[in-house]
């Protein structure tokens, strides 16, 4: 690959759209060395020519994006012939049975003028015959991409497994009900799909096959880069380097941005906190007005619930000493009150104590000396 490098080319991107400005005469040179290789490579590698070996694009970001984004790029030359393995979920149809529901899909596709051959696999059989992990595994193997009826989209994940998308095979939906089928249906099939991760700075995504030529490769990678800088959600500034490699060579750079792109970035990260840090004071400042008036509604309700309660009047009742009162007015005298504590416990013990001595009398004694 020494007698096929070439030099880097830095560019400026300074459009108002943030598209890349790439060197067409660059990346017509990063192709020709790539065929060039691969046409000079063993013979195991001729093998995978005649299959068509995946010539991809290696984009290196200055910052890992936050969220996930998934980019369709339309093709002008389609990476699938006509024969390539394209796999279609589809949903139930109301009173038919499984085999019914391919038939009535694939005579809608042949009608709607779709060229390509595509399998075609309802919900039922794919919850029964593909429920097994061998069965999904073979599954994704045997097909190349997947595509799903836009009703079952969200039913999809919990049956065919997180395989699909850790290989990144995830189907992609389409609406069977479109008056513009045929046309949805060959971009996406002749198209391709980007994945910008939040796990890592890179991604790869597959924009041409070695047999195509060097001008429809090179058409490829033109649209596909600029449609992935006007749909990258961290704008095009954000893009650091953009690799040209197949599956065996070395990644030939066909972009490298300047240093002067990540002071941008930062200046695009800093306004982005402060319109957030701004916002979020302007939150706080409506939550501690409205929490102010409701303390001072709940204040002037409390002052006004204290005016209005009326206080509670003690109602006097009838006592004794009111009575006997009453009694002395009228001329009785008051009844002594009994002696009350020690002195009460005092003559209690005195009366115990003291024992009764009966009286001897005269004729007791006499009888007494008569008895003896």
């Not at 030529?213 to 953009?242: R, Y």
């Amino acid at each position: 690959m020494r007698s096929y490098a070439f030099s880097l080319y830095t560019c400026s991107m300074e459009s108002q759209r943030d598209e890349l400005a790439l060197d067409r005469s660059q990346v017509k040179k990063a192709v020709q060395a790539l065929r060039a290789y691969i046409k000079s490579s063993s013979s195991s590698q001729k093998l995978l020519e005649n299959e068509g070996q995946a010539i991809s694009l290696l984009l290196t970001l200055w910052k890992i994006p936050k969220k996930e984004q998934n980019i369709r790029i339309p093709l002008p030359h389609g990476l699938r012939t006509e024969s390539g393995d394209v796999c279609l979920f589809t949903r139930d149809e109301p009173k038919m049975t499984s085999e019914q529901t391919v038939r009535f899909y694939k005579k809608l596709l042949k009608v709607k003028g779709i060229k390509n051959a595509i399998e075609v696999i309802p919900f039922s059989m794919l919850k029964t015959e593909h429920k097994p992990f061998e069965a999904k595994r073979k599954l994704l193997g045997n097909f190349d991409l997947f595509l799903s009826d836009a009703r079952i989209r969200r039913r999809l994940p919990a049956h065919i497994g997180k395989h699909f998308y850790e290989r990144k095979k995830a189907p992609l939906s389409v609406d069977l009900e479109s008056k513009h089928l045929a046309r949805d249906m060959e971009r996406l099939i002749h198209g391709t799909t980007l994945t910008v991760s939040n796990k890592g700075s890179c991604c790869m995504v597959r924009v041409a096959h070695s047999g195509m030529t060097a001008d429809e490769m090179l058409e490829n990678v033109m649209t596909a880069l600029s449609t992935i800088s006007a749909k990258l959600a961290t704008t095009g500034k954000n893009i650091k380097i953009i690799h040209l490699k197949s599956q065996t060579s070395v990644a030939l750079p066909i972009y490298t941005s300047d240093l002067s792109h990540l002071a941008l970035v930062e200046e695009a990260r800093k306004k982005a906190r402060l319109t957030k840090g701004a916002q979020k004071r302007k939150r706080e400042n409506k939550n501690t007005e409205v929490s102010e008036l409701i303390t001072k509604e709940t204040e002037e309700e409390r002052d006004s619930e204290e005016e209005e309660i009326p206080q509670p009047v003690p109602v006097e009742t009838p006592t004794k000493k009111s009575k006997r009162e009453i009694i002395s007015k009228k001329g009785l005298k008051k009844v002594p009150k009994p002696a009350a504590g020690k002195g009460l416990k005092k003559t209690i013990k005195d009366t115990k104590l003291t024992k009764k001595i009966p009286k001897v009398t005269a004729c007791d004694l006499k009888r007494k000396a008569k008895n003896k």
